[in-house]
């Protein structure tokens, strides 16, 4: 049973930066077709903010954190990242790292991790 667990939430101010960390275990990192970091604030939808290939690719990002995240992964490590920016109040949300073994089907989620950024 694959399992997926995030790290590196926390509190910031605006214009601060985190490092989430999603550690994949279970299954090989290269038996998923793709990972990503999904984010749900209190009242809102959750929300698809960057998802990569695990063969590489070009990744995909939501347009509300484009130039401001990055996602990558070391697949030596069966580790996913998201390098989070010049962070705004309306980022604060959990984060979520999900996982695709089954292709279109986000079948695996970690329990999520928090980041709150102040003004």
Request: proline share 3%; net charge positive.
């Given at each position: ?10 509190s910031v101010?605006?214009g ?6 999603c ?22 939808e959750?929300e698809?903010v ?10 995909y ?39 695709q ?9 970690g ?9």
């Amino acid at each position: 049973q694959g399992q997926l667990v995030e790290s590196g939430g926390g509190s910031v101010q605006a214009g601060g930066s985190l490092r989430l960390s999603c550690a994949a275990s279970g299954y090989t990192y290269s038996s998923y077709y793709y990972m990503g970091w999904f984010r749900q604030a209190p009242g809102k939808e959750r929300e698809r903010v960057a998802v990569i290939g695990t063969s590489g690719g070009r990744p995909y990002y939501a347009d509300s954190v484009k130039g401001r995240f990055t996602i990558s992964q070391d697949n030596a490590k069966n580790t996913l990242y998201l390098q989070m920016n010049s962070l705004k109040p309306e980022d604060t949300a959990m984060y979520y790292c999900a996982a695709q073994r089954v292709l279109n089907r986000w079948d695996y989620w970690g329990q999520g991790t928090q980041v709150t950024v102040s003004s």
